[in-house]
């Protein structure tokens, strides 16, 4: 990777179907159907046998009517349109009017396989095949010492767009001026950039603790700050700060791609400090609401002039120390491609 | 046909431009230019000479303004822009500021072929051709035995779509209902489908009376059920009832391909009945528009989701008993390939 | 060019952009980035060392944020993501964070030559390359003798159908009938169109007073009538009067391109009149926005219409005077073809 050479316009986003992703969270799917979409795609979501969710292209396979605007029979999903009941896995269970047997495998709905754990759906993005591995589980998320935020936001960009940002430290003097860091006395840290397989991580060496609210809030009383941006395929950002022995604070969000230039975020954010939970929670709630808010309307300029412009067109410097490596953990997943390598270490300066 | 098997994703609607469409009613022809659609082609109908209804390619061929925004003078169309004027023909007939001759025929507006006959203006699909045959003719539309009931809808759905969701039986109970049937104590009735050149139509043998709302407000005291549904190319629907002797119901619909995913519809209701008209009208006129309106909205979600999927991917069974014979008479129709076969007849057993 | 044949369907609008264009007037550009657009890519503009104005592509070379979106920081335009700063050259100055030389030839944004005159900002079409010859000189328009009104207004249709509809004579007295010309007791009058390498300019020879308001507003008592329409590539179109020895009415538009069917005009209306120009200015101006406004529905019928159809499909007359000139100048400058040819001059008559 030669960083300062400009890199042509690219093809749509890469597309990794062979993964888990958040659909929703178990709060959200009742005794409704759910419509969700997943690469452009339409799903389904809904519970069948003793509440297990469930989740089938949402198409009728009979006459293309979304099966999301049915309801829930029994264990049985209903098409709106002319009653076919399918169940989990997709097979059509009833075709009124029809005397013969409904249970074809002409008349059944793809399905997707479905894990819930830790409060969120997850779905495998292919259909008609057997999720491989374990979806991803949030540390701390269900840890009693911690307090514990979950939130879910969405942004108009595509995954690597959204987790570039979420991991890029050199926005934030600008795009969050005040809130986090500041452009003034820079001073230079080591950056430590490892990437392996399926992640890609970057330590921060000699950061002092954050000047701006943000920090301060973290910790009055400064510390040492160990500090690293984490980004694990297909698609979790992880933001990792311990300022000084007592304060642990980590920031994991599942990302969804809902279409090309649509991403949700469910995210958790878990907590340990000297400061009560009761105090720290309406402290740093709307700080981080703040600056994902900002975050939001720059990735939508973004996405945008991109747009316009007919595609990408980026040009890197040694200090887009994580977005780079996304990119790459992500073509290389789309394509398909074996990922033998070793892991790379690579360090870098940053002035912050 | 193999009804099993899934249709694969198709090409947008067939379009079969030689034959005869309803572009409005004759009430709303007046004195102003009428702009209206077919197949997506901008049309403007007038009236020319003696009143009589005109049909132009909505387009001056001198720089494309649409001569709809013009206005009739005399029996000319003046375009706005540099005021040429056309004939019923689209024979230009006056160009203001020319010396010369404005007649020529590089100068002609296209003109499409137009007959008026019993409240409708229909219009022969493709320009500078003369119609064939006559425009359909709807039975007992001025027949003073029958309560007559003219209605012009719309649906954002293909022809192929409509006519099938009109003609369609088993929908019946799940979105209509309580209207008209229900799901419950079904019993096995045969159906007789016969398609010939032109068209397709389907008899229910031993159906009872329909046990809805609808049912009961035609024939309170019950009797033997005589149910038709019929299509004709290339747009026409039509489903007949006769209960016992004494009551008949005939709806006919004119469907017009607004454009791919736009339908206009015709329809005129002819009642004869024990009861009075003005008695039958107030009642059934409302549960109508409301089986039309869930009709409207099954049908935009299923385009919805044909649209969002690049295409449709039907299966049929043996109880989709006309929709799958209408595609193929007009796929065969919009590729103008001779329909020699002789008529075929096919029994099934639909419960209802 | 035989004006009698059908112009086949046309592909989108032809592109001259190695010419100067209009952007915004002096006035527009203050101390923030404004954002244009010319032929559909987004530029910015802004004002740097000395407060010259400069343009720069809208599109940070980094991670295509809009630079119009940042703020101008003493010379330099401050990217809103991560704060790099260009010149009016585009050359990046700085990329805070970064321990390196920022100012390197990928790091550059693309720059457009500007020329700043008579209280506009022009614009070279094509990034990266010096502007050649000056931006047009907009006659009288800083002179004392004539009432000066400086208007801009745009319109939804290309460069090439608006300037045809501004330099169109018959389409007057149906458009814009009573304000100007009439459609009753014509005369025909001499025309003289005289085309060369990069205009075409068309005399009416023996016109009578415009009979309409606009007429008697610029001449009271009548007088002899001098009448040029010319347009100058690549997009000024102007229109002349002298009426008797006192009354001299020059109108000129620079046409700015904003993308393949939208269109900025920067007009100078110039105009020397025995009735002071207290008077003129009040009397004239609303006569003209609303024949202005007349033009603007027009064109974006006819837009309309060109879209629906897929393409434009024009007949011209040999009273079409000046509008197939037009195209034939933009299209061999789109080409870049030489334009080696002798004048042509032709006459006709025009019925007025």
Tied chains: 1, 2, 3.
């Excluded at 960083?3 to 929703?24: D, G, K, S, T």
């Excluded at 008609?128 to 939130?151: L, S």
């Excluded at 000699?206 to 301060?216: F, K, N, Q």
């Excluded at 996304?326 to 940053?350: H, N, Y």
Aim: net charge positive; glycine share 8%.
């Amino acid at each position: 990777m030669s960083p300062q050479l400009p890199v042509p316009v690219r093809p749509p986003n890469p597309r990794v179907e062979r993964a888990w992703y958040v659909l929703c969270t178990s709060r959200e799917l009742g005794r409704r159907p759910l419509a969700r979409q997943l690469y452009g795609v339409p799903l389904v979501l809904f519970r069948g046998a003793g509440g297990a969710a469930a989740a089938l292209v949402d198409r009728c396979p009979h006459r293309n009517v979304p099966l999301s605007e049915g309801v829930v029979e029994g264990e049985l999903l209903r098409c709106p349109y002319h009653g076919w009941r399918f169940d989990a896995a997709g097979r059509c269970k009833a075709i009124p009017g029809l005397a013969g047997e409904p249970d074809r495998a002409a008349h059944a709905a793809l399905a997707h396989d479905v894990r819930e754990q830790q409060g969120y759906v997850w779905v495998w993005g292919r259909a008609g095949e057997p999720g491989e591995g374990e979806p991803f589980r949030f540390r701390h998320a269900d840890d009693p010492q911690y307090t514990v935020v979950r939130r879910k936001v969405s942004a108009d960009a595509s995954v690597h767009l959204v987790a570039e940002n979420a991991l890029d430290v050199p926005h934030t003097a600008f795009l969050h001026g005040g809130l986090f860091r500041s452009d003034a006395d820079r001073k230079p840290i080591r950056c430590v950039v490892t990437r392996e397989a399926d992640r890609v991580a970057c330590e921060y060496v000699g950061e002092a603790r954050p000047s701006g609210l943000v920090g301060r809030l973290l910790s009055p009383s400064g510390g040492e700050v160990v500090h690293f941006d984490r980004f694990y395929l297909p698609s979790i950002v992880e933001v990792e700060y311990r300022i000084g022995a007592e304060n642990h604070i980590l920031v994991d969000a599942a990302l969804t791609p809902v279409d090309d230039d649509r991403t949700d975020l469910y995210a958790v954010v878990a907590l340990k400090s000297r400061i009560p939970g009761w105090l720290v929670r309406p402290l740093v709630t709307p700080v981080a609401l703040r600056i994902f808010a900002q975050d939001q309307a720059i990735l939508r300029k973004q996405v945008g002039t991109i747009q316009r412009f007919g595609g990408a067109r980026f040009v890197s410097t040694e200090i887009d120390l994580v977005g780079p490596h996304i990119l790459k953990l992500l073509l290389r997943a789309a394509s398909g491609a074996p990922s033998p390598e070793q892991p790379s270490v690579r360090e870098g300066t940053l002035l912050v």
